[in-house]
Every structure is written in C-alpha cells, then in structure tokens.
C-alpha cells in the first residue's frame, strides 16, 4: 500500500463547479498534512496546510479525519486558473529519539482542468 | 524573507557525463534541505535530504550522490548520467523542527532543474 494515496482523476469540470479531491495515508503517526498545486512543468507550491478542525482559505477548504486517515480538498466556484495537479502532502514518521528530519512524502496528484 | 535559488534551469547532457545541480537558501539558517526528482508523469520522489551542514541522508539508491558544503548549500552530484537520470530535479528547504516550533511548515521548493540524459 502507497504511503499517500489519492483520487486517480483526472477531473474535468466546468467554470463554476465544486470539485472535492480525496486522499488517504497509511501511517497513522503522521503528523503535518498538507495540499500542494504544482502547475505545469512547475515546482509545486504550497496551496495550504491541514489542520484537525478543517480550515478554510476563499474558495478552498481542507478537511482532515486522524481517525480514518483521510484528507479532503474542496474547491468551489471553480476557476480556469485552479486547472493543476493538486498534491497530497504528509510527514514521516519521526526518526528514532523523538526527531524529526521534516521529510514528507507526496502522493501521486490529481489533474484538474476546469473548462469554460 | 527567504529566497530559495536553483540553478540551472534547463540542462541536456551526453550519457556518461558528470552532472552537478547547485541550491542556495536565503534568508534562514539551518534549513532542512531536500533533493527530489519528478519523471514524466509520475510523482516526487525524495532523492537526498540533509539536517546539517555534512549530513547527508540518502532515500534510494542510485548513482547519484549529494553534499552540503555549507550550511545553505545543497549540491546534486552525479560521476556519470544514465538515461533513466532524465527528469525534473527540485531542491526544497524547511525550517529545522526546532524553530518551527507548533507552526505546520510545509517546503518551499526552487524553481527545478530540467535534466535530459541523452
């Protein structure tokens, strides 16, 4: 089983349209969740964090369940330029001794094209 | 504010070829400093990662190899490409846990390196 796993996509919707990504991880010590857009031939970029109570940013809200180790991105009123690869994002798990090395691990992506 | 600089932008090199991949941090002291490469169509995979100036910890094997001669310098090493080395190479930086403290820090990644191995 994939450490990050997400929707295979690829979407396509309309202007306007609500779109809702689904990712699961396998670890459950996970601890820093995040969603990342990388456009084409891009680096990725930090689209926002993930936090236990749901947080929103304008038109996108992240939701996180610890208990069935699953992360959700909602997008409304789409826009032509939301189209992307939208990245799922989790930590590791923290090395021996109680450190961390920060490394996180990335799923697969989602294509999203939002067309007029 | 911090500034992460990847070079170069592009770069095509003969199979057999040394290659070598510079980032530099700025604006931050010991950062986490990462390597990943992307291929075609497929996602990020964590080459190298470094919590120290010297330290160096490796994810798969491969002949390529990484260093950290200074505490915001991150160089991506290869003695000779193969073709499957083709891809994206991205450089990223975090802050040290220590100095994150409670506050959820993502990466911040450079602007990547487009490697054909031909």
């Not at chain 2, 290659?19 to 390597?35: A, K």
């Not at chain 2, 470094?50 to 990484?66: R, T, W």
């Amino acid at each position: 089983r994939k450490e990050v796993e997400q929707d295979p996509g690829p979407f396509n919707v309309p202007e306007g349209a609500t779109v809702a990504f689904n990712c699961t991880y396998s670890n459950s010590a996970s601890q820093s969740f995040f969603w990342y857009r990388q456009d084409c031939r891009k680096e990725p970029k930090l689209l926002m964090s993930v936090y236990s109570s749901g947080n929103e940013d304008g038109r996108f809200t992240a939701q996180l369940n610890r208990a069935s180790q699953y992360i959700s991105l909602l997008i409304r009123d789409s826009k032509l330029s939301d189209s992307a690869t939208y990245l799922c994002v989790v930590n590791a798990i923290p090395g021996a001794g109680g450190t961390s090395y920060g490394k996180l691990t990335f799923g697969q992506g989602t294509i999203l094209t939002v067309h007029p | 504010s911090q500034t992460i600089h990847q070079w170069p932008a592009t770069l095509v090199q003969p199979v057999g070829s040394p290659l070598s991949l510079e980032c530099t941090v700025e604006g931050t002291s010991n950062p986490n400093l990462y390597w990943y490469r992307q291929a075609a169509g497929r996602g990020l995979q964590l080459l190298f990662y470094s919590v120290g100036i010297g330290q160096i910890s490796s994810e798969v094997p491969q002949n390529l190899s990484a260093s950290r001669p200074q505490d915001r310098q991150f160089i991506l090493s290869s003695k000779k490409l193969l073709l499957s080395d083709s891809g994206f190479y991205l450089c990223a930086w975090r802050l040290h846990p220590r100095d994150r403290g409670i506050t959820n820090y993502g990466y911040t990644f450079g602007s990547g390196t487009r490697l054909t191995v031909v």
